[in-house]
């Protein structure tokens, strides 16, 4: 019985959610607990640091958006 008090109390809250124009959105991630997390990180890691050297184009642009960080975090 107090399961339906919960399930009602949610239902009644995301309704009022898409009375508000929201609407719910299911996002899925990397599962972090994986044993094989941290390898598949360092795996795409290397592959893009690989190909960020050999584009010179990507590497000026990245230098240029560094160059223009100054102030937002005050």
Do not use: Y
């Amino acid at each position: 019985m107090a399961n339906t008090h919960v399930n009602a109390r949610v239902q009644k809250h995301r309704d009022a959610l898409r009375m508000a124009g929201l609407r719910p959105v299911q996002i899925w991630v990397p599962d972090t607990r994986r044993p094989d997390f941290e390898a598949e990180c360092r795996r795409q890691c290397l592959a893009v640091a690989q190909a960020d050297s050999k584009d010179s184009a990507i590497q000026a642009l990245m230098d240029a958006a560094l160059a223009d960080v100054d102030g937002w975090t005050e």
